[in-house]
């Protein structure tokens, strides 16, 4: 290894270790701490909880590979640069690109370890924290957050039912609080997707030990089915009712008491990139849409090759800042980017999981965003 390159290693790598715990503590502070702390008020025991804290630290060290690099890169070359050694560097014939080797070299291992750790490390350890963490939930003698989910037809594409329980649950009682279903109509191609039977009930309970079977109370419900013999709509009156058993028109919450608890968790971090392909390959066959799980898919190679282009950019971006602030400014800018990045990549993934964007490319386009800036940087730079 040439001198300048041990030189330029040598800057890179303190950054990189410090970066790397700092970006995971402020990502697992916004992320995590608050929910853990609250699972200890509300009485989950702390062994618990320390083990879901653990189980979720392999998924934010994921995302913080890029951040790492990129500050990593912004203080090594703003140090050269401040320090006047760029200057002496490209004095003598080396050109920014052949000082930002390492960093090329860096990046790439960085982005593949990143892939990896991803694909080995985070689906288990990610389906191990939902575990433990349904666990705790059912153990929690209530909660007053809300929890949504929707009943799909045998196509995993057909809504049949929408369920809002807007008071949450009570474990003691085995009651949900507030619960709104709606029931859309999947039998009459003339009326598909139109609401069949809306109900409301202050409370549902669990009235077998399965948690299968619920009474509903205090509420009402309105039809909207066409009369059998005139076929038009009913009068849409609601029909009050103090204790119900079994709801009009088929409508069900769907799900036992333990089930409604976790119905809203769907993490694809809990799959390798081969099993999210092969899920993606049984979806098509099947006729489901795919959509949002190939943009998940991607994404899985997209965030860790940003690590790459978060490199260039930030000895690129330190090369040109040159003097000004140090630690302070280099971390700072480095925030700044993160942030903006972020916005953008997470902004791409929900249009692309909406259908406004091809999978592929919402999925890669902040990384084709980062690329082209540190293209436009290294330029200047080289100059």
């Known amino acids: 290894m040439q001198l300048v390159d041990k030189l330029v290693f040598k800057d890179l790598i303190g950054p990189f270790i410090n970066g790397l715990l700092m970006f995971m503590l402020l990502i697992f502070a916004a992320a995590y701490m608050f929910p853990a702390t609250e699972m200890l008020v509300k009485g989950v025991p702390a062994q618990v909880v320390f083990r879901i804290v653990m189980y979720s630290l392999p998924s934010v ?13 912004l203080m090594a070359f703003g140090r050269l640069s401040a320090d006047r050694e760029a200057v002496a560097l490209f004095a003598t014939g080396i050109s920014f690109m052949r000082a930002a080797r390492p960093v090329f070299v860096m990046g790439s291992l960085v982005s593949l370890t990143a892939f990896l750790w991803n694909d080995m490390v985070v689906p288990p350890a990610s389906t191990a924290y939902h575990n433990i963490r349904n666990q705790a939930l059912k153990n929690l003698r209530s909660t007053d957050k809300p929890i949504s989910y929707a009943i799909f037809g045998k196509d995993d594409v057909t809504i049949e039912q929408f369920i809002y329980i807007q008071g949450g649950f009570d474990s003691r009682t085995r009651t949900l609080r507030r619960v709104s279903i709606i029931k859309y109509n999947t039998t009459d191609p003339g009326r ?14 669990v009235r077998d030990t399965k948690g299968l079977d619920w009474t509903y109370y205090d509420g ?58 092969a899920e993606i390959i049984a979806d098509t066959r099947g006729g489901a849409n795919r959509r949002a799980n190939e943009v998940d898919l991607y994404g899985k190679i997209a965030l860790p090759l940003a690590s790459l282009i978060f490199g260039v950019v930030g000895a690129a971006l330190g090369v040109n800042t040159r003097r000004g602030g140090g630690k302070t400014v280099g971390f700072g800018m480095a925030i700044f980017i993160v942030f903006l990045y972020w916005v953008f ?39």
Do not use: C, W
């Not at 060290?61 to 890169?73: E, H, K, N, W």
């Not at 598909?192 to 309970?205: I, K």
């Not at 079994?246 to 971090?269: I, M, R, Y």
């Open 345 to 383: 990549y997470h902004a791409m993934f929900v249009v692309g999981k909406n259908g406004g964007l091809p999978p592929i490319l919402a999925s890669f386009l902040a990384d084709i965003v980062g690329a082209i800036v540190g293209i436009v940087l290294a330029v200047r730079a080289s100059r």
């Open 192 to 205: 598909a997707g139109q609401p069949e039977v809306v109900v409301y009930a202050d409370r549902a309970s």
């Open 220 to 277: 009402y419900f309105t039809l909207y089915t066409p009369d059998p013999k005139t076929g038009q709509l009913n009068d849409f009156l609601p029909t009050s009712f103090r204790e119900l058993k079994l709801l009009p028109q088929g409508a069900s919450l769907g799900k036992n008491f333990d089930e409604v608890l976790v119905a809203e968790v769907k993490d694809n971090n809990q799959k390798s990139f081969r099993q999210l392909r």
């Open 61 to 73: 060290v994921t995302q913080t590979f890029p951040m790492a690099m990129l500050l990593s890169g």
